[in-house]
């Protein structure tokens, strides 16, 4: 099959890498410097190696391009754009909507449109289906599915292959070409029985993480007025064998998925006026850590930090990725300007960040931890400051969650 990927971030590059093994894959990007590294073969992706994207063009499986006419005549057309939020932390659907400008305009045959961006229930009825439509040149009939996404950056035990995958079309020919397509490089396929049903899973499966992270967030603050540990009170309640699932403390939530999701899932519930109080709160908790984590320090630091000089270590959202959308680190970094203190940061894997390099480790008063990559030494991070603060739980010896 001749595949269109709409979108070359973490997740259409991760399912060119994949579908290249099969099919003939363009990937369409508006991001013309990504494009032309990816058409040397350069990956921008953790997880996806440049060995695998160089060897599916050498092979004439791959090519990427700005140029949205060359999806004109694909079989297959998924799209993979970013669902962010607005400033009032609403869906913002503008990156969908021009995805569909796109290929409604530029689809010469009846394809088969399979969204993979996550968003609330009805998106691909309602929305996607009905634009598309509208900017197609010729009455194509096109069909129309969904397949969230579930990829994990970073992660190497679970991937695009054995992580089994929700899909549902819009028509019974629509479900059986989507099977026919994911299971020439997917092992376990789940058909549920409504593109609605499909959405709603891969909302709920991140506001179940958002939650649970909240909620142990919120324990967290509880153990240390307490003066226990909380995470010899983890431990303990996870010898349970059945009934709990273990979440870690930590400054909060980031990344495109965990910190937004959850925010689609309320705003449907909104729009048909059921409350979302969990959703709410949890968003609340995990806003609230960053200014915790940085109190905590304070207290411990003589109650001021003005003036103090203070290095962030890791800042990326999650070990292991340089992704710093949405990052608890920002917040950090903010929090701590605001309360006086000279504030650098430090991440071996990002190295950029808002224009600005990585600072070299340590030199500073005060470190607080708040990602801790695996390439990162555990006792250089220790040594670091006088004072190591450690929000991550990892490192014996710190002061932290
Ligand atoms: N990153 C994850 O871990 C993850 C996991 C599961 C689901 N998702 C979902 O997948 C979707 C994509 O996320 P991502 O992390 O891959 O985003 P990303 O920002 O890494 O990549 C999106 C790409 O789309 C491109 N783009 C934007 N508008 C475009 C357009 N109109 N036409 C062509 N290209 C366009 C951007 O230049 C970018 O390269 C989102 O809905 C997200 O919620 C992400």
Known sequence: MEVGIIGQGYVGLTIAAFASKHHKVIGFDTNFESVTQLNKGISHIEGVASEVIAAAIKIGNYRATTNVSDISNTDVVVIAVPTPLTMDRKPDLSFIDSACRSIGSSLNKR?????????????????????????????????YAISPERVDPGRTDWNQKNTPRLYSGLTPEATARTRDFYSSFCDELVEVSTPE?????????????????????????????LGISIHETLDAANTKPYGFMKFNPSAGVGGHCIP???????????????????????????????????????IDNGGSLKNKLVQVIGVAYKPDVADVRETPAELVIKELQEQGAFVSWH???????????????????????????SEMNVSAVLQSAPYVFDTTGKIIGARGL
């Open 111 to 143: 394809a088969l449109i399979i969204n993979e961006s996550t968003s609330f229930p009805g998106t691909l009825r309602n929305h996607i289906k009905p634009l598309i439509e509208k900017y197609s040149k010729k009455d194509l009939d096109h069909l």
């Open 347 to 373: 991440d071996p894997i990002v190295k950029v960040w808002h224009g600005e390099e990585s600072s070299p480790l340590g030199g500073a008063e005060i470190s607080i931890v708040v990602t801790l990559h």
């Open 260 to 298: 937004v999701d959850p925010s689609y899932l309320a705003y449907v519930a909104a729009e048909k006026g059921v409350p979302a109080t969990f959703i709410e709160r949890a968003n609340e908790v995990n806003l609230e850590m960053p200014k915790y984590i940085v109190d905590r320090v304070r």
């Open 197 to 225: 049903v499909a959405e709603a899973a891969k909302l709920f499966e991140n506001t179940f993480r958002q939650v649970n992270i909240a909620l142990v967030n919120e324990l967290a603050e509880i153990s240390h007025a």
